[in-house]
C-alpha cells in the first residue's frame, strides 16, 4: 500500500475563480505516491494542448523532469494530443509510456461528419519513441509500484452504463463496427489505512463498471477522482449512476471534464461536501 498520495490536476475544462492557470477541453494528472520514504511520479494523460500544459507545469512548480512514468487512460485526443511535445519537455529516455494496445486504432465519430477522433498524427509511436517514450502496451492490470496500478481492461456488467458516445471502428476485415473502447482504463491507488483511491479519464467503461472491477468486498472507497462521462446521459442513468456509486460511501468525489452540469448537481445532492468540483490547479492528498 501507499503511505501518501497526492493527485494535481495540470489540465481541465475549467479553471478556479481569479485562477492564472489556462483552461482546456480536457484533463491531465500529476500523481505523486510515496511508500517507504520513496516518491514516484507519474503524468496521467496530456489533454489535447501543450502549450497551455506546459504553461500550468512551469506555474504550479511540478518537477516534469522527474517523471517516472506517462499513464494514458483511452485513446481519445484530448487525453493524449501533444504527448510527443511533452516527452520532448520531460527531456530523458525511455520514459514508460503505459496505455492499451488498442491505443493506436482509428477511433471515429460521423455526426455531424466523419472525424478521427483518437491520438493525432504527430504522437503516432515513432513520434514518441523519438521523443524518449518506451511503450508499453498492456490490455490488463499492470502495477506501477505497490500500491499503485492500472485496471487494465473493464468487463462491462452493468445494465445502465455504455459508453457515452456514438465511436466506430474497423474490424480485421475493415468493416465499421461500433468501438466500445476497450482500451478504457484508471489508476487505483491504495492508501494506508484509507481506502482506494480511482483516479479516471473519462470512465468510459462506466463509472461502476470500473468500481466493481476494482473493489474488492468490503474494501473502503476513499475517493474518485476525474471524469464520469455523464454529459450526454440520460436523468435515469444519471440516478442509476449517483445512487450505485453512494453505495460505495466514497469519502470524496471530485469529477469534472466530461461529466456534465446535471450528473455534478445530482453527486452533489447525493453526496453533500463529499462532492467537489475539480479544475486546474485542484490538488487533492490522501495520507
Known amino acids: 500500500m501507499l503511505d501518501e ?3 494535481t490536476v495540470l489540465a481541465e475544462d475549467s479553471v478556479p475563480y481569479e485562477s ?11 500523481l505523486e505516491a510515496e511508500r517507504e520514504g520513496i516518491t514516484k511520479r507519474i503524468l496521467v494523460d496530456v489533454g489535447q494542448n501543450p502549450e497551455a500544459l506546459l504553461f500550468n507545469i512551469e506555474k504550479l512548480a511540478i518537477p516534469l523532469s522527474q517523471t517516472d512514468a506517462i499513464v494514458l487512460t483511452h485513446c481519445h485526443y484530448d487525453h493524449t494530443k501533444g504527448l510527443a511535445r511533452v516527452l520532448e519537455a520531460i527531456g530523458k529516455k525511455n520514459v514508460p509510456v503505459i496505455a492499451h494496445p488498442a491505443l493506436f486504432r482509428l477511433n471515429f465519430v460521423t455526426d455531424p461528419f ?7 498524427q504527430g504522437d503516432r509511436p515513432e513520434d ?25 481492461e ?12 456514438a465511436l466506430s471502428t474497423l474490424d480485421g476485415n475493415g468493416r465499421v463496427v461500433p468501438d ?43 475517493a474518485v477522482i476525474g471524469g464520469l462521462h455523464l454529459v450526454e446521459a ?3 442513468r444519471i440516478e442509476k449512476t449517483v445512487r450505485a456509486l453512494a453505495e460505495y460511501s466514497p469519502s ?27 479544475g486546474a490547479g485542484s490538488v487533492f492528498r490522501f495520507a
Open 5 to 7: 498520495l497526492t493527485v
Open 20 to 30: 492564472p492557470l489556462l483552461g482546456q477541453h480536457g484533463v491531465s494528472y500529476w
Open 114 to 120: 466523419f472525424q478521427h477522433v483518437g491520438v493525432m
Open 128 to 152: 514518441l519513441r523519438a521523443k524518449g517514450g518506451e511503450l508499453v502496451l498492456v490490455s490488463g492490470p499492470l502495477q506501477l509500484m505497490p500500491g499503485l496500478s492500472t485496471t487494465g
Open 154 to 165: 473493464v468487463p462491462r456488467v452493468t445494465d445502465f452504463e455504455e459508453v457515452g458516445i
Open 180 to 222: 466500445r473502447m476497450p482500451d478504457d482504463l484508471s489508476l487505483a491507488a491504495r492508501i494506508k489505512d484509507r481506502g482506494i483511491v480511482l483516479v479516471t479519464g473519462c470512465s468510459h467503461a462506466g463509472i461502476i463498471n470500473i468500481l466493481r472491477h476494482v473493489a474488492a468486498r468490503g474494501e473502503k472507497l476513499e
Open 234 to 236: 440520460s436523468d435515469e
Open 252 to 278: 470524496l468525489v471530485a469529477a469534472g471534464h466530461c461529466t456534465g452540469f446535471r450528473a455534478q448537481a445530482a453527486l452533489y445532492r447525493m453526496l453533500g461536501e463529499r462532492f467537489s468540483t475539480m
